[in-house]
Nanobody, 117 residues
Framework: QVRLVESGGGLVQAGGSLRLSCAVS????????MAWYRQAPGKQRELVAL???????NYADPVKGRFTIPRDNTKNRVNLQMNSLKPEDTAKYFC???????????WGQGTQVTVSS
């Protein structure tokens, strides 16, 4: 089974930085898109950052200039570098990958990021 294991979440002071990591393991999977989503309590899950197999990136407006989504060379790990964190970044962050095997879409369990003022 394909597994997405996230790490790096925690509590950080406003203005600080965190680096989330998502490791993909299990059966062989040819990965297309990799992304990070987040969901705050009572709010809809939203896309934060995305990187395609061609290394094109997209970022949500609230995180542009502060977050980046680097990926390793083998495409089995995707990171989310978060700088200049704000309290409104507080949310549960989810790793997402799209691949060539059913069910095609895969999600991590989520990791909590809390930014204190």
């Amino acid at each position: 089974q394909v597994r997405l294991v996230e790490s790096g979440g925690g509590l950080v002071q406003a203005g600080g930085s965190l680096r989330l990591s998502c490791a993909v393991s299990g059966i062989t999977l040819s990965i297309n898109d990799m992304a990070w989503y987040r969901q705050a309590p009572g709010k809809q899950r939203e896309l934060v950052a995305l990187i395609t197999s061609g290394d094109n990136t997209n970022y949500a407006d609230p995180v542009k200039g502060r977050f980046t989504i680097p990926r390793d060379n083998t495409k089995n790990r995707v990171n989310l570098q978060m700088n200049s964190l704000k309290p409104e970044d507080t949310a549960k962050y989810f790793c997402y990958v799209n691949g060539d095997r059913w069910p095609y879409n895969y999600w991590g369990q989520g990791t909590q990021v809390t930014v204190s003022s």
